[in-house]
């Protein structure tokens, strides 16, 4: 399994969102609004104050979905080409291996609630 971490622009996330559903094998995801900020050395070399560092995020979201291997590759393709603008800001895909993931409903042989 892989965890898929993408920071994305919040005008991404409907988009984004009915092509992940449509995507065979999608398992679901968690979204949660944060900010953020690029090095300025990505960013042409611009410099600011400390002060205006310390106001200058973004708004992004951050996207995380656990999928079997299989789909894993599809789905970080698809979040790539859903959320590309072609500009600086965009956001960033990582994947992560996932050792074990278990759903909290299930109910584990010999742990029932007695």
């Known amino acids: 399994m892989k965890e898929i971490k993408a920071i994305i622009r919040p005008t991404k996330l409907a988009a ?7 995507a065979p094998g999608f398992p679901g995801m968690t979204v949660t609004k944060v900010e953020g900020l690029s090095a300025p050395s990505r960013i042409g070399g611009l410099r600011h104050s400390p002060r205006e560092e310390l106001v200058d995020f973004t708004p ?3 996207i995380e979905i656990v999928a079997p291997d299989d789909v894993a590759d599809t789905l970080v393709e698809l979040i790539v080409r859903i959320c590309n603008t072609g500009q600086i800001g965009d956001g ?3 994947l992560t291996p996932v050792d074990r993931a278990v759903f ?3 109910t584990v042989a010999g742990s029932e609630p007695g």
Do not use: N, P, S, T
């Open 16 to 22: 984004l969102r009915e092509a992940l559903r449509d």
């Open 60 to 62: 992004k979201l951050r």
């Open 92 to 94: 960033l895909v990582w």
């Open 104 to 106: 909290v409903h299930k």
